[in-house]
């Protein structure tokens, strides 16, 4: 791997072409799978697993990828089948995309609370034999543009100078207001993973949604600038439908940590009801 990260490089814009270039060649995502029902349980293991093991958000995201058209193509018909598809993915991601001493071994993986709990483990011959019919699935080709391996690039030109604050935004700081979009932006690369529904949208334009929507949570005016107008190609009205049900996500996370929150203070003698979430536009 590079010493420094792509989009940090002279020739990030080449790269940034060729991946947009090879979104262009990713399958459509069906939805035909009957065990989409499953989706959610399955993607929060490899959330899980990916960060206990520390990988990059790029292996994270290729993994869920490999995972959801893998399940799209071809039936799985029993439990264990599907945790080795899945724990191969994460594997196959991570060798792929991430640094060789962050690739977790297959013993790390077996021991995890997240897997012995569901009374599964992988042998290194099951592995190999999933590994190998993974790659054939793709025809050996793992080199697939997903949401996080545009962000960082857009992120480049996340804040501006220029950019207007509202009233209550504590600092106009362009260094630490863009530290705390990037955490947004990161957040919600990470709500993306939730739903199949963002497969709809080309990565790239997944990835600009994230960052135009943690503008509008931040309240930065433009929401959209030309820089990022510029380094992305889109338009604010070609990411407002992805933005839209960015938000709405997020929105629906608040309002359930809130619900929560309340209940937990319910049970509290004298405690003030919580407060409601208001609305980011």
Known sequence: MMDEPWWEGRVASDVHCTLREKELKLPTFRAHSPLLKSRRFFVDIL????????????????????????????????????????????????KFEDREDHVPKLEQINSTRILSSQNFSLTKKELLST???????????????????FLDYYLLASVSQKDHHCHSWPTTCPRKTKECLKEYAHYFLEVTLQDHIFYKFQPSVVAAACVGASRICLQLSPYWTRDLQR?????????????????????????DAVAVKSQALAMVPGTPPAPTQGSHL
Do not use: G
């Open 231 to 255: 380094i992305s190609n889109y338009s604010l009205e070609h990411l407002s439908t992805c933005i839209e049900i960015l938000l709405v996500a997020y929105d629906n996370i608040l309002k």
């Open 47 to 94: 959330t899980l697993l990916s960060s206990h093991c520390q990988l990059c958000p790029a292996a994270r995201h290729l993994a869920v990828y490999l995972l959801d058209h893998f399940l799209d193509r071809y039936n799985i018909t029993t439990s264990k089948q599907l945790y080795a598809v899945a724990v191969s993915c994460l594997l196959l991601a991570s």
């Open 131 to 149: 590994e190998l019919l993974l790659l054939e699935a793709f025809s050996w080709n793992l080199c697939l543009p997903t949401p996080a391996h």
